[in-house]
């Protein structure tokens, strides 16, 4: 829009030039066959393809051909056409119908809508026919009265869209609002999804009539039915599954300029190393640093900067504000990690699809290593290829709080990798960064931002590594680090199932309880689950309590004082002191961890493996463990392993059923000795395939309600069984 005008005294008058808009007119023509159908209005041109796989790909475009901008760099290859369709005539629209749905084509005007195979349940219906004018196209539906809407890319503070307007497209507002990591794709509650396939800015309404468009006078759009896993996981094999990560990638990383800083005084980037020292010193977890900020501060001595971290167990990384044509040379060095940053990729779009790519490719060109990059703007298509980094904020209580709709929200549109800086990168307070961290404390990805902070209340340049608040923070902190470090082959395993699936660790409630409308309330929108099993409920407050916490169906477990709950229930007044997340455990739930004071993937146990059970319900539960080398791309050819468990709970006791472990790959342990915490009732007796235990080797603590078995040092190639009766 135009607006020629004058001001006079705070006001003005002028005109403003609208843009014509025209509606597609009556259906002039309907031909096709064999899944593949064109139709016309006037000059409106359309085309419907069946997919198979039970996908949709719609296209229309008034200039009466189909283009296709955004090509092959999205949507790298496109899935074949699904010839078994057919196609009848119903009077006021045709329709054609596939294995899994129908598709009708009203003919006055030219409308569309989406049904299941019986062609009476409504998945999606136009209620006016496309819009265009200059700027762009516009799709029209009805709304169904209990609809929700879910995606759009990483919206800040949001997960839930219902009512709402969003912003399809890139910015940099790294705050509660903002939208850097958006993409042209949403999830209806109705049981299907949409994907635009564009690099065109849109606006989605998801008002009483939900209107949605993209900056460009065309419709392409891909449409995947099923449940909300379903639709993220059909989504995800169109424009690219996650990623897998190198398992450093999931512990913590650490960032600063260490090259001539001016906010740190001369220093030089081998004192990275110090810092990397702290890390050891203070036990707690590092997986990698970044050591330069690509604004003026570069590096030198970088394969000894490399060996140097590597010897403490973590490996380098390196930003970069303008490019990656240094990339090959500084991954033969050592470099691990590559954060691309708004000064080259901010105009996000294609320009950071490319660069994400790129950028991955070129460590893996260069080393056996996988790819790990950052970024903090992107588009469709990122999650094959990046962490996506909701970019540079201060901290403030809400900053904590709207964070974690936000995160738990991009899993929905299958982004996997999406977190923040812990305790923000520009402003600082222990108790904040304390409690952001443990906040964070289940992300697939944390990040510590050093040397751009200041003290909140002092105003004085601080320093953001855990420890430098001492006591009782260093203390709170570390807790965390290493319950997350313990619990590496719970979200290494989650992060597997990410790349096979599409479907990201940290979870709305309402993805795994769709049928519970309180898993949109305002209560839940303030927590999380971490894969199935934990839901985290986040203190954003300047307070010891927590109330508000909604618990859905089933039975949960207070993971600090063993206290259960019987869902669906509410619980206020949660009494959360510092060092206390609440955190909430489900029944049935068979978590995997490392042993107690792991600090490094490196130099963990590899002969010991904790298995936490929570058993204190009658039932049957399964979980199975993934297992690779951890760093190269050997995994991709198979070289991996999966370990299943089944807990089988009844009158007479709960059994644990361990299958061996199935497959090879570099580094496996040939035996490892069992700990296992199992939470339910006291035992008599406790047998490992059939033979009673000796009391030494297990133990039950009645205030927690916790039996712990250590079983003696069993090859992995068998399966086993133990009985607690």
Not at 367 to 374: H, L, T
Not at 699 to 721: C, I, N, Q, W
Request: glycine content about 12%; aromatic content about 12%.
């Amino acid at each position: 829009m135009v607006v020629p005008y004058d001001v006079h005294d705070n006001s003005f008058v002028g005109t403003a030039y609208l843009p014509e808009t025209t509606d597609a007119g009556n259906l002039t023509s309907f031909a096709g066959g064999d899944g593949s159908y064109r139709f016309a209005a006037g000059d409106l041109k359309a085309r419907a393809d069946f997919l198979k796989g039970g996908q949709l790909r719609l296209q229309a475009d008034p200039s009466g051909t189909f283009s296709d901008p955004a090509g092959r760099r999205i949507v790298r290859e496109q899935p074949a056409v699904d010839p078994h369709t057919t196609s009848f005539d119903a009077g006021a629209y045709y329709g054609i119908r596939s294995a899994s749905a129908v598709l009708r084509v009203y003919k006055k005007p030219l409308r569309f809508g989406l049904y299941k195979a019986d062609n009476t349940t409504r998945v999606w219906q136009e209620d006016k026919p496309l819009r265009w004018s200059t700027g762009g196209m516009r799709q029209s539906l009805e709304r169904g009265a209990d609809e929700q809407f879910f995606g759009g890319g990483e919206q800040n503070g949001s997960f839930s869209h219902r009512d709402r307007t969003v912003y399809v497209a890139n910015n940099t507002n790294w705050n509660e609002g903002g939208y850097p990591n958006s993409q042209p794709f949403y999830l209806s509650s109705a049981g299907y999804g949409v994907y635009r396939n564009t690099f065109a800015p849109g606006v989605y309404d998801f008002g009483p009539s939900v209107h949605t468009g993209q900056q460009e006078r065309r419709l392409d759009a891909y449409y995947f039915l099923g449940d909300a896993k379903r639709v993220i996981g059909d989504y995800t094999s169109l424009v690219g599954k996650p990623f897998m990560p190198p398992v450093y990638g999931l512990e913590p990383g650490d960032a600063d300029c260490y090259l001539h800083n001016a906010n740190q005084g001369e220093r030089h980037t081998l004192d990275a190393l110090k810092v990397a020292d702290g890390y050891v010193e203070n036990q707690m977890p590092l997986g990698w640093m970044l050591v330069n900020d690509g604004y003026g501060c570069g590096y030198e001595n970088l394969a000894e900067t490399a060996k140097g971290l590597q010897d403490r167990g973590a490996q380098l990384g390196l930003w970069t504000e303008n490019g990656i044509d240094k990339l090959a040379d500084q991954v033969k060095a050592g470099q691990r990690v590559a954060k691309l940053d708004v000064a080259w990729v901010g105009n996000g779009y294609g320009m950071a699809l490319d660069a994400c790519d790129q950028a991955k490719a070129g460590i893996e060109d260069n080393s056996d290593a996988r790819g790990f990059v950052w970024m903090p703007v992107s588009w469709a298509g990122a999650q094959r290829c990046a962490v996506l980094w909701s970019g540079d904020q201060k901290l403030s209580w809400d900053f904590i709080r709207w964070q974690i709709p936000t995160y738990a929200g991009a899993t929905l549109s299958g982004i996997a990798y999406n977190t923040g800086d812990v305790g923000s990168i520009y402003s600082h307070d222990a108790k904040m960064y304390a409690r952001d961290l443990q906040a964070k404390t289940f992300l697939p990805a944390i990040m510590t931002m050093d040397g751009w902070a200041r003290d909140i209340t002092t105003g004085q340049k601080i320093n953001q590594q855990p420890w430098v608040d001492g006591e009782p923070y260093t203390s709170i902190n570390r807790k965390y680090l290493q319950l997350r470090e313990r619990l590496m082959p719970y979200l290494y395993t989650l992060a597997e199932q990410a790349a096979r699936t599409g479907v990201g660790s940290i979870r709305p409630l309402w993805l795994e309880y769709p049928d519970d409308p309180k898993t949109l309330g305002a209560q839940a929108r303030y927590e999380y689950l971490a894969g199935d099993d934990f839901l985290v409920a986040p203190v954003y407050k300047d307070s010891e309590t927590r109330d508000g916490i909604y618990l859905p169906k089933g039975t949960w477990t207070d993971y600090w004082t063993g206290k259960r709950y019987k869902g669906p229930t509410t619980i206020d007044g949660y009494h959360a002191p510092l060092d206390t997340l609440p955190l909430f455990v489900r029944s049935g739930a068979i978590v995997p961890m490392w042993p107690q004071g792991t600090t490094s993937w490196k130099t963990r146990d590899k002969t010991r493996l904790g298995w936490d059970v929570y058993a204190s319900q009658p039932g049957r539960h399964t979980y199975t463990l993934y297992e690779d080398d951890g760093v190269t791309r050997d995994f991709a050819k198979g070289a991996a392993a999966t370990q299943r468990v089944t807990s089988t709970t009844g009158p007479s006791g709960t059994t644990l059923d361990v299958g061996a472990s199935k497959g090879d790959y570099r580094g496996k342990a040939s035996e490892r000795a069992y700990t296992f915490t199992v939470h339910g009732a006291a035992p008599h007796r406790v047998t490992l395939d059939g033979r009673a235990l000796p009391a030494g080797s297990w133990s039950y603590d009645a205030k927690k309600g916790v039996t712990t078995v250590r079983t003696p040092s069993l090859s992995t190639s068998r399966a086993f069984e133990l009985r607690l009766g």
